[in-house]
């Protein structure tokens, strides 16, 4: 026999798909997840039938789910108004090019919502994380970048990400690099020493042979790669004016990275832009996310949401 909560609300489908994990789960629309479960990403041919399974083992326990919300890696179509909405384009994830989240979540007869990862991860963190303020209202327009295995920015305003023609792409944005001081030539295929090819984790590693977190000790290698994230933060600053900048990701994690970004941003805007969301040190201006592991996840069950009637 299907159970279903106890509470009334409706039931949402959530999908966090990252490059080497996807976090499924069913939950309320009050974000309280029923069901949940890791699918290890490699092929379509092997993800999605698991996600099928699981979807359909759990509302057979909890009840039907109204809507999915999918959070997830790219690049990928996230134009509702597209024939191929959910479809990945140019993602170099082998096998994962042209397949589309559809071709597993149609068949439940729910409306899809999908979006990138970093947009699902900044609206959860806007939700009920570090885009939350102290008096529980929320900032209006909020930056999520995470700097890890690749970089990615996602920013939300009012609690809608924002997009253009596709998704932002801040990772693969030119960024000044003095070779004589920094003579790695970079490891983006497609653009060489672009912020993705100079800062990510695989850079790192190739740059030095060791995370950045190993290099602690090493201040010159924190403040060069906190000088690339900074050359991002100044970016985003003058280009979306955001009330917070929050930065996630593994390469994040190094003691004193965001303290190093904090510090040369603020150099880098010179005075030039004053309010008081740019506080002194920009200490509550630049953070690290409140959700931990959670925000995407979070985000993904909100996408859901924005389907149900208000």
Not at 144 to 149: E, L, N, P, Q
Not at 207 to 215: F, M, P, V
């Amino acid at each position: 026999m299907t159970q279903t909560p106890l509470s009334s609300a409706p039931l949402v489908g959530a999908i966090e798909a990252g490059g080497t994990k996807f976090i499924a789960a069913l939950a309320t629309a009050q974000g309280e997840v029923l069901a949940r479960a890791r699918i290890p990403t490699e092929t379509p041919e092997t993800c999605f039938p698991a996600l099928a399974a699981f979807f359909g083992a759990a509302q057979e326990q909890h009840g039907k789910a109204s809507a999915f919300g999918v959070a997830s890696f790219g690049p990928i179509d996230i134009d509702p108004a597209s024939p191929a909405y959910g479809t990945f384009t140019t993602t170099p994830k082998p096998g994962w090019q042209g397949a589309r989240f559809h071709d597993v979540l149609a068949s439940f007869g729910a409306p899809i919502v999908v979006d990138t990862d970093v947009n699902g991860a900044c609206l959860g963190e806007w939700m009920k994380g570090a885009g939350r303020e102290k008096d529980g209202s929320h900032c209006r327009t909020l930056a999520y970048t995470t700097i890890g295995t690749g970089i990615g920015t996602g920013v939300v305003r009012d609690g809608r990400s924002l997009m253009g023609i596709s998704h932002f792409e801040s990772g693969h944005i030119p960024c000044p690099h003095d070779h004589a001081t920094d003579p790695f030539p970079g490891n983006c295929p497609f653009h060489g020493d672009c912020l993705e090819g100079l800062t990510s984790g695989p850079a790192i590693e190739k740059r030095w042979g060791k995370s950045l977190d190993q290099l602690a000790d090493d201040p010159s290698a924190i403040d060069l790669i906190g000088g690339y994230i900074a050359h991002l933060a100044t970016s985003l600053v003058l280009l979306h004016m955001p009330d917070r900048l929050i930065f996630g990701g593994g390469v994040m994690k190094a003691p004193g990275l965001v303290e190093s970004v904090r510090r040369q941003t603020q150099a880098r805007l010179a005075g030039y832009v004053r309010h008081p969301r740019l506080d002194a040190g920009l200490e509550t201006y630049i953070v690290t996310p409140g959700l931990g592991d959670d925000a995407g996840i979070t985000g993904a069950i909100a996408l859901a949401c924005q389907t149900l009637p208000q």
